[in-house]
């Protein structure tokens, strides 16, 4: 199964490159394993932004190291955070959770940009598809139909997620791809029993792990926690600090 997994993920990120691609990258799994098969094919370019000493800028250091990538970083300040939140707020207006899970997307999009990219990818949809999130974890817990959920969640972010962060890269002229956001993956690893893709509850996303140990994902990476981007470049403690007066501006900007 691994293997035949593999093959299929090299198959679909493969599809998503042009000659020059750029990758917003985390140094998390999803990003790595995108870049590591993007490597092979493409001249690829890594994008990282975060707070100073976030998790995200210093994961992504050492995985671009491995990877023998070049990383193009952006460390932000409070301020940055606070404007760029404004500016997405613009864009995609909502409320503080979605808005702010777009301001890494925002400033990896303006980086590519400026280095002359086109297109940008993304490692969305791998939490859909290989049980990455605690909640849902309790869900199964608590007897509800996990794989009619991850179905539907993973059809949903179409039109939420992906569709948002799409709208935040046509700002800078930059097409946003989703590799991992395949039918023919879904249908694959959908074929994969519950128990099986969540055997690794610590680490999570195990089967993925284990085909991206067959794609050159670097062992660092592989034992690495799942956090999502907000959370490990550090944009959401300041968010949460400056809560109040945000969602005040969101709430006049929308009447």
């Not at 509800?144 to 949903?156: G, I, R, V």
């Not at 994969?192 to 085909?211: H, T, Y």
Request: charged share 30%; hydrophobic share 45%.
């Amino acid at each position: 199964m691994i293997p035949e997994l593999a093959e299929l993920l090299r198959k679909s990120i493969a599809e998503s490159l042009e000659e020059r691609v750029a990758v917003a990258f985390s140094g998390g799994l999803d990003s790595t394993l995108i870049a590591a098969v993007a490597k092979k094919d493409a001249a690829t370019e890594l994008f990282c932004c975060g707070t100073e000493k976030s998790d995200d800028l210093r994961y992504a250091e050492d995985a671009a190291r491995l990877l023998k990538l070049p990383l193009h970083k952006t460390v932000m300040t409070e301020d940055s955070v606070l404007e760029t939140y404004e500016k997405c707020q613009g864009i995609v207006p909502g409320d503080l959770l979605k808005v702010e899970l777009l301001v890494p997307v925002y400033q990896c999009a303006e980086a590519a940009k400026a280095a002359g990219h086109n297109v940008l990818l993304f490692g969305s949809a791998a939490e859909e598809l290989f049980v990455g999130y605690e909640r849902y974890y309790a869900y199964f817990d608590e007897g509800k139909d996990l794989q009619a959920l991850l179905a539907s969640e993973f059809k949903e972010l179409e039109h939420r997620e992906i569709a948002w962060m799409g709208k935040v890269c046509r700002k800078f002229g930059i097409e946003a791809r989703f590799p991992l956001y395949k039918k023919e993956l879904e249908r694959f690893v959908r074929q994969v029993p519950l128990e099986v893709l969540m055997e690794d509850k610590a680490l999570k996303k195990g089967v993925l792990r284990e085909a991206g140990k067959l794609l050159g994902v670097p062992e660092i990476v592989l034992l690495r926690r799942k956090r999502a981007m907000q959370y490990g470049s550090g944009i959401h403690s300041i968010i949460l600090r400056h809560a109040k007066a945000l969602n005040a501006k969101g709430a006049d900007a929308g009447r």
